[in-house]
């Protein structure tokens, strides 16, 4: 069966700076996986790439099996991947419904079908359809942004940073509006967060980024109790905390092994 | 009030004309952010191809093919000179469009000549005459094909998928690309239609006076000072401002003296551009330097 | 020719001397060898040459775009014109008068008309110019559209200008000095900020330049060079009107300086020379084609489609590519040089940063000093979001504070605000005991604060010392006049600021990369270039906006214990981090932010086994059990590809 997301060996820098090393990873369909990390890792960054919004110099992406690394935006979002952008990016002067209309500029055909699923996963868009975009609170905008996104009727849908400025109940909407998509649609998710723990509660997969490469992956109910990822947001909580020998020697080799 | 009525009246004319060119600039300054310094002599050589074609049709398709020459002259403009220089900055964008338009300008001298040109009216017969004021017949459908120029461009951005996705463009580049809409398709859409508007308003006026080769630098003043009232965004304002500054002109013609109008409007465009930028509207322009 | 600007020499050397007799010589030899009509040539491409100085001066050096040049050029022509034949008065008055007036003109107009950016501020002098044309055409005492004639030679000491020749050696020479000008203004002070300005204005700012006011010098001075030049044109042609001083020479000069590559005065030179021969040329070539009259158009077609062709072929003009040229051959050298330093680095003690802290803390307590930089109540709203929400902090001299916080807490707008380059909805700033609430970027720097950004910012073209020179701008005084003529006093403060700044360069290692582009060193050195700028200044108060990004092991280390000495030399540091291994090595204290508001402050100990700061940043969880050794699993580690 074809990956629905194959990342293979991306790299990336800005300017001088490496941001991206060597990054690779798969995706099957109707998993969501979520890749989580301090800032700075380089998390936005990867999904910017595999979404075309940065061209992708080293490295291949291929998308339910189409190898999309040469394409175009537009030609990317064609294949089936949307990218639901950080700071969730809406059309702030235009409507709701022109927003959810331009997200589907891909689709046009399928422009009345789509809108309805779109309005019946948010009822709250629908009533605020001909608001201006830039009026909504900062979880009807996530609503909005990821409605956006499912008007170019993807198999792929990235998602950077959705719960960011919003409420933990926000948040929690968010994560089960996902949550249905992927049950209901088949929808393959790969899910960007800070929030650990959310991410790790909606999420099959994780994978763990510092310093521009995964330093831990599997299962997320492993990793949600990993100590690895507290000591990489916070620093020093290895030597607070009784954990096992084996495991902080481990911790121990990476620190060492972290070099340019 | 029949001299006032009259500069009213012709001050509405001219400035329709001067309003079209301010909503050329503001078309494609809304996609990109820059000014295109060759508008005035886009918007001449669209009159030229209408100058042309008025020898082979009557006046109203000339005009329209006035409007299509603009809008090529626009677009090949864009494709040849800007896109290669996207990734440059705004600067060295702004400078090509300088070039450009010199270019562009000495070409039709080239081929044209110096001397004026002109065409016969859309429609032969004596000005209406409005509250003591004439108005020529021609100038009536200028200001008719300006306005028509206006509604179909506020229709088009309004509710029309590529005039919203334009619009969508010019708010944020970055979250369009992501649904998958391109630059280049937009530009040459915003080009199109900015070099067409422009093009084909100044040709409905060469009935009505004569068209220069030379005239795109000061029609590109004045058309700039009517985007500026418009704050750089808002069409309507935009032509609004074009009859501001035009009624300034005949005025000062009319009661001081008219071979220092235009120096008083350039000077007042320095003004304007220092005191008030954002114009008749409410914010501040934006300047994207 | 290259545009970098390169280490300070001694400033009037013996090459100096040998260049302007060389100069002199190459005129006067010139000049006398052809005749009459080609010294007319070479007189006007030296007026043209002129010109084209006072564009690379604003456009090039201060990266402003004005093309209000043809104004100028035509106060001095038709000043020198009326003061003269209507007035009487001696050709050198006259030209100095009209240079003062346009002086006074460009002085006047320069404040308003810079607040105007990029296109506004060239349509704004393009209006300028056509204002001035307009204005003279249709006034009588300029003669209208015929002009004035009449016009009477320069007399100096009772020679008078009267042939080409004589006209060519007396504009040459001008061009001399006010090149001679130029080129040593680049390596001066005023030069420096100039360039700075037109690299990163916001850095600029941060190194205390005085931003409008030195736009306004050099707009003064190029509009003064160019009404000396209008002088030279009218005593040369003892005739007046008003087509050359419009539009069309404004662009001619701006095509010079895009042919010569806008930076490079010599540019201005090599410019006008082409720009006069390319007009010669098609003056004798189209008219067999299209007959004389087609002369004009065709000679503005040329120039309209070079300066297209140049900006899409090659940006940086004729001497721009020279320089790349030359430079090329240099970077081979380069490369070498770059490898050599890595590996010295690689040798370097140990990049454990919590082990170096805890030895230090072994010292004896340190004790800090005086509160260097309060903040109270800061807030900043933009639009309906407070990214700023009643943050009050201090820092006291030689404590390290870090300000840590996720994604969006607003810590980078909080270091905008203590900065000056943003002002504060509410709430004030205080550094000592001056009020810098409303102060703007250059003024709170000239109180003794010194900031870095984000992203590295550098200037294009200059070199690692140069760069990091602008940063002792405050400490030295010479303005435009005493850096484009060096006196006594103005060397020895270069040579001052030079050891100041070769200092600093040693103490963060990069003394050996002082003559590279800086743009062209790695992520880390930049940072580091960015450091150096800031500490060069001798700030009280020293604002990081996060340093780490980007960099290694071995630089975070380094820069870890770059902080740890700043401290005790009793610098207060504001760090702003998400490298928390970092932070918690050389934070004194750590202030952490969420959605704008603190959210705890303390020692980094104290900061990490918080349990609010732990779930702002982890988010929080449901499964509120403590990490114990039984449900720890061990996580296949994902294998480093090499």
């Known amino acids: 069966m074809t990956d629905a997301l194959t990342v293979d060996n991306v790299s990336f820098s800005y300017g001088r700076a490496r941001v991206l090393r060597d ?32 061209k992708l110099r080293k490295g291949s992406v291929s998308v339910g099996g189409a190898d999309t690394s040469g394409m175009r935006q537009a030609g990317v979002v064609r294949a089936g991947l949307v990218l639901v952008p950080e700071g969730r990016q809406v059309f702030s002067t235009l409507s709701v419904a022109d927003n959810l209309q331009l997200g589907g500029y891909t689709h046009r055909k399928e422009h009345k079908r789509l809108v309805e699923e779109v309005y019946g996963y948010f009822p709250r868009l629908f009533e605020r359809r001909d608001q201006l975009a830039g009026t909504l609170s900062g979880g009807e905008q996530q609503m909005l942004a990821v409605g956006r996104a499912y008007m170019s009727e993807p198999s792929v849908m990235l998602l950077d940073e959705p719960s960011l400025g919003l409420s933990p109940q926000m948040t929690a909407q968010v994560m089960a509006v996902l949550g249905k998509l992927r049950r209901e ?76 | 009030m029949d001299v006032l009525m009259q500069l009213l009246l012709t001050a509405l004319a001219t400035g329709a004309l001067y309003g079209a060119i301010g909503i050329g600039y503001v078309i494609v300054h809304r996609l990109s952010g820059m000014v295109n310094f060759a508008m005035g002599d886009i918007a001449v050589a669209g009159a030229f191809g209408a100058v042309v074609a008025s020898a082979m049709m009557p006046p109203l398709p000339a005009i329209l093919v006035g409007a299509i020459v603009g809008g090529l002259v626009s677009v090949v403009m ?212 | 020719m290259s545009d970098i600007t390169t280490r300070t020499r001694p400033v009037l050397s013996w090459k100096h001397a040998a260049a302007a007799i060389a100069w002199i010589v190459a005129i006067v030899v010139f000049a006398s060898a052809t005749n009459g009509y080609y010294a007319g040539l070479g007189a006007s491409v030296g007026i043209l040459a002129l010109l084209g100085l006072g564009m690379v001066l604003v456009t090039g050096y201060a990266g402003q775009f004005s093309l209000a040049v043809g104004a100028f050029y035509g106060i001095g022509a038709y000043g020198s014109t009326l003061l ?14 009209a240079a003062l007036v346009a002086g006074a003109v460009g002085f006047l107009l320069a404040r308003p008309l810079f607040r105007l950016r990029g296109h506004f501020l060239a349509m704004a002098t393009l209006a300028l110019t056509e204002v001035f044309y307009l204005l003279v055409n249709n006034a009588d005492f300029t003669g209208g559209s015929t002009g004035l004639g009449g016009i009477r030679p320069l007399e100096l000491f009772g020679f008078a200008f009267t042939t080409s020749q004589s006209h060519m050696i007396l504009n040459w020479m001008i061009v001399g000095i006010v090149l001679w000008g130029t080129l040593m203004l680049r390596n001066g002070r005023e030069g420096r900020a100039l360039l700075a300005i037109r690299g990163h204005e916001a850095a600029a700012a941060a190194a205390g330049i005085n931003i409008a006011s030195s736009k306004a010098r050099v707009f003064t001075a190029s509009a003064v060079i160019s009404a000396i030049g209008g002088s030279l044109y009218a005593h040369q042609v003892m005739y007046v009107n008003p087509p050359p001083f419009g539009l069309a020479t404004a662009i001619d000069v701006l095509m010079i300086a895009v042919l010569g590559g806008m930076r490079s005065p010599w540019g201005a030179i ?93 010292e004896p307590a340190r004790r800090f000093g005086d509160t260097v930089l309060t903040a109270q109540g800061l807030v900043k709203r933009f639009g309906g979001v407070k990214a700023v929400n009643k943050v009050s902090l201090d820092i006291r001299e030689g ?5 840590i916080g996720p994604n969006g807490a607003g810590k980078s707008t909080l270091v905008n605000l203590l900065s000056g380059n943003l002002t504060p909805t509410s709430g004030t700033v205080r550094l000592g005991d001056v009020d810098t609430t409303h102060l703007r970027a250059h003024q709170v720097a000239r109180h003794g604060l010194a900031r870095t950004f984000q992203t590295p910012c550098l200037f294009e073209g200059m070199d690692v010392e140069a760069t990091v020179k602008v940063g002792a701008h405050l400490r030295g005084s010479v303005g435009m006049l005493r850096s484009s003529v060096p006196t006594l006093g103005s060397v020895k403060e270069e040579r001052r600021l030079a050891e100041e700044t070769a200092l600093v360069l040693a ?136």
């Open chain 2, 78 to 289: 864009y494709h040849l000179t800007i896109h290669p220089l996207r990734h440059q900055s705004l600067m060295v964008q702004t400078i090509v469009t300088l070039g450009v338009g010199i270019a562009i300008r000495s070409l039709l001298q080239l081929m044209f000549g110096t001397g004026p040109k002109q065409f016969a009216p859309i429609t032969d017969g004596p000005a209406f005459d409005i509250l003591g004021g004439a108005i020529p017949q021609q100038s009536v459908w200028l200001i008719a094909i300006a306005v028509v120029g206006y509604i179909g461009l506020a229709l088009f951005f309004d509710r029309t998928l590529a005039g919203k996705a334009l619009s969508a463009f010019s708010v944020n580049s970055y979250a369009a690309g992501i649904v998958g809409i391109s630059l280049t398709g937009m530009a040459t859409i915003a080009f199109a239609l900015s070099g067409a508007i422009a093009g084909g308003v100044l040709a409905a006026q060469v009935p009505t006076s004569f068209i220069t080769a030379g005239a795109g630098v000061a029609l590109g003043l004045k058309g700039f000072i009517a985007a500026i009232l418009g704050g750089f965004d808002k069409l309507g304002l935009t032509l609004v401002g074009g009859v501001l500054v035009a009624f300034v002109e005949v005025a000062f013609a009319r009661f001081v003296d008219a071979a220092q109008a235009p120096t008083v409007v350039f000077a007042l465009l320095i003004v304007l551009l220092i005191v008030r930028p954002q114009g008749l509207t409410r914010k501040v322009a934006a300047d994207r330097v």
């Open chain 3, 270 to 362: 090599v410019g006008a020379i082409v720009l006069e021969a390319l007009q010669l040329g098609i003056e004798a070539v189209l008219p067999g084609i299209l007959g004389s009259a087609a002369v004009g158009a065709g000679q503005q077609l040329v120039v309209g489609l070079l300066l297209v062709l140049i900006l899409v072929v090659r940006p940086d003009g004729v001497v721009g590519a020279i320089g790349a040229l030359s430079r090329s051959i240099v970077r081979r050298r380069g490369e070498a040089e770059a490898a050599t330093t890595e590996e010295v680095e690689a040798s370097a003690p140990s990049t454990d940063m919590a082990a170096i802290r805890r030895a230090e803390d072994d």
């Open chain 1, 185 to 260: 649609r088949g929808l393959t998710i790969v899910l960007v967060e800070q929030n650990a723990h959310a991410a790790l509660e909606l999420a099959d997969r994780g994978y763990l980024l510092n310093g521009g490469e995964f330093v831990l992956e599997g299962a997320a109910a492993d990793l949600r109790d990993d100590p690895m990822i507290r000591h990489i947001y916070l620093g020093g909580a290895a030597s607070s905390d009784p954990v096992a020998p084996s495991v902080e020697a481990a911790l121990e080799k990476e620190l060492t092994d972290d070099e340019a």
């Open chain 1, 23 to 54: 990054v690779s990873f798969r995706v099957d369909e109707g998993e969501i996986v979520t890749i989580i990390g301090p800032n700075g890792a380089g998390k936005s960054t990867l999904l910017n790439v595999i979404a075309r919004s940065h």
């Open chain 3, 84 to 97: 003269t034949v209507k007035f009487g008065w001696y050709g050198l008055l006259a030209l100095v008068l």
């Open chain 3, 399 to 403: 404590e390290v504070l870090a300000v």
């Open chain 3, 507 to 642: 103490r963060l290692g990069l003394a050996h990369l002082a003559d590279r582009d800086a743009k062209a060193l790695s992520l880390g050195q930049q940072k580091q270039v960015e450091i150096a700028r800031a500490l060069v200044s001798r700030p009280r108060v020293l604002l990081l906006d996060e340093p780490c990004a980007g960099l290694n092991k071995q630089e975070k280390a380094a820069l870890m214990r770059l902080l740890r000495e700043l401290g005790r030399e009793g610098l207060a540091v504001l760090v702003i981090e998400h490298d928390m291994e970092f932070v918690m090595a050389s934070a004194d204290r750590v202030h952490v932010l969420n959605f704008g508001a603190t959210l705890r402050v303390g020692s980094p100990e104290q900061v990490q086994g918080d349990q609010a700061v732990i779930d702002a940043y982890l988010g929080v969880s449901h499964e509120n059990e403590p990490v114990t050794t039984a449900n720890v699993a061990v996580v296949p580690k994902k294998r480093r590809k090499r």
